[in-house]
């Protein structure tokens, strides 16, 4: 079946820099665009950023995000800097086969359990 296994969350201080990763096994993931969103306690899914098939092509809401992938490793990451208190949520991948605006979470066929990711003030 279908995984993808979020990895890298913690706690960090604020002004510090966290990459997560999201491992995908089950389904080819180069034939897959690559999501990431994240949500707060009581909070809906906010979309954070998303990469294309080849990841020749990133959407990213957040300016000190970044998004890359590795298919020949199966993983897609997340990279963050300047980190804010307010980052701190739950962060999960997601991926879909033909997203058209990337931002609604319908989009998305498969998605991950989640990293907690904490930044202390």
């Not at 590795?70 to 701190?88: F, G």
């Not at 879909?96 to 498969?110: L, V």
Request: glycine share 12%; with cysteine; charged share 15%.
């Amino acid at each position: 079946q279908v995984q993808l296994v979020e990895s890298g969350g913690g706690l960090v201080q604020a002004g510090g820099s966290l990459r997560v990763s999201c491992v995908a096994s089950g389904l080819t993931f180069s034939s897959y665009a690559m999501g990431w969103f994240r949500q707060a306690p009581g909070k809906e899914r906010e979309f954070v950023g998303g990469i294309s098939w080849s990841g020749d092509y990133t959407y990213s809401v957040k300016g000190r995000f970044t998004i890359s992938r590795d298919n020949a490793k199966n993983t897609v990451y997340l990279q963050m800097n300047s980190l804010k208190p307010e980052d701190t949520v739950v962060y999960y991948c997601a991926a879909a086969g033909f997203p058209s605006t990337w931002t609604h979470e319908r989009e998305y066929d498969y998605w991950g359990q989640g990293t907690q990711v904490t930044v202390s003030s």
